[in-house]
């Protein structure tokens, strides 16, 4: 099985900031990869899919890139509203999960 | 709008049986792959089952294999899992998501709607 394994587990960040979370796949997924964000007491929510298009809806500071075995999701100027945890996300293996908490 | 409901969570104890429903609306139901995901208390997602628009294909995580079964009423607009011979690892927020394509198989699978959730707790 494939196995997806994110960093940082955690980071603390300033309103403005740009930010990157990694994702790294055990073996090469082509661009089969998604990002989803997820906030205190809500469902998952798609942001990223297939490693870089961007899902309807989601603010265009959100950004992701990569293929085989190595992906990023930036965002560029950190909002109030981007304090959450992002998960990647290959076919039904998703990541252990980055949460971005307020500096 | 695309809507996924989920009902049927609650306190059970260990060994016993328990069934989710999700009621699915704003969408042609029949064209869509459907998920069951479940998330622990602090932890984070896990996929447990899958099921194509025609339940042709299914599948499960290895942690429910033989003791959950997924199933759907394309008539009815809804998914379920049947959980049997629960344990307190069991224990999680199970949630309903849609799949963006009919199959589960697909490489380039995700989950583009998800439900609000329904609450397990495996407990004596």
């Known amino acids: 099985d494939i196995q997806m394994t994110q960093s940082p587990s955690s980071l603390s960040a300033s309103v403005g900031d740009r930010v990157t979370i990694t994702c790294r796949a055990s073996q090469s997924i082509s661009s089969y990869l998604n990002w989803y964000q997820q906030k205190p007491g809500k469902a998952p929510k798609l942001l990223i899919y297939?490693?870089?298009s961007l899902q309807s809806g989601v603010p265009s500071r959100f950004s992701g890139s990569g293929s085989g075995t190595d992906f990023t999701l930036t965002i560029s100027s950190l909002q109030p509203e981007d304090f959450a945890t992002y998960y990647c996300?290959?076919?039904?293996?998703f990541g252990q999960g980055t949460r971005l908490e307020i500096k | 709008e695309v809507q996924l409901v989920e009902s049927g969570g609650g306190l059970v104890q260990p060994g016993r049986s328990l069934r989710l429903s999700c009621a699915a609306s704003g969408f042609t139901f029949d064209d869509y792959a459907m998920h069951w995901v479940r998330q622990a208390p602090g932890k984070g997602l896990e996929w447990v089952s899958g099921i194509s628009w025609n339940s042709g294909s299914i599948g499960y995580a290895d942690s429910v294999k033989g003791r959950f079964t997924i199933s759907r009423d394309n008539a009815k607009n809804s998914l379920y899992l049947q959980m049997n011979s629960l344990r307190a690892e069991d224990t999680a927020l199970y949630y309903c998501a849609k799949d963006r394509e009919g199959g589960i198989a697909a490489a380039g699978n995700y989950f583009d709607y998800w439900g609000q959730g329904t609450l397990v707790t495996v407990s004596s």
């Open positions: 996300q290959q076919r039904i293996t």
């Open positions: 297939a490693a870089s």
